[in-house]
């Protein structure tokens, strides 16, 4: 078993001043936030936790591989909008979205940072949500996590 703390910042940038400087021995940051870091040797990256390795750090292994088996928690991002818009409008923005991520100037910018686009339609982008929030949920259940208020 692992013992984990969460520490609550106030963002990315002072969590890895904390990092770099000793404070806390490890945490879980987006990749995208920590590659300038591992880029430049100020942190080792240990793990990704995604299920496959990353195809730019191929040399970074993933949780399960070192024995956390099923361990799969990738950062997302994703667009919404207020309930009952109507879908003309979620398919307009969903199209002119896409069309952007699917740029090749903006894929190069992306991939640079470590982030790779997945545009999908509206409905598979809700059974994601879903799935994720039932997955998390289900987990918290099953392991008692509960908030500190």
Sequence with gaps: DSFLVHIPYRGIAPAFTDLIGGQPQAMFPGLAAAVPHI????VRPLAVTGLARHPQFKDIPTLDELGYKGFDAQQWYGVVGPAGMPMAIVKQLND??????M???????????AVEPNPMSP?????????DIARWTQLAKARNIQLDT
Excluded at 39 to 42: A, E, Q, T
Excluded at 96 to 101: D, K
Excluded at 123 to 131: G, M, Q, V
């Design 39 to 42: 880029r430049s040797g100020r």
């Design 96 to 101: 002119a979205l896409a069309a952007v991520l």
């Design 103 to 113: 740029a090749p100037d903006l894929r190069e910018k992306l991939a640079i940072e």
């Design 123 to 131: 409905e598979k982008f809700a059974d994601f949500i879903r799935t």
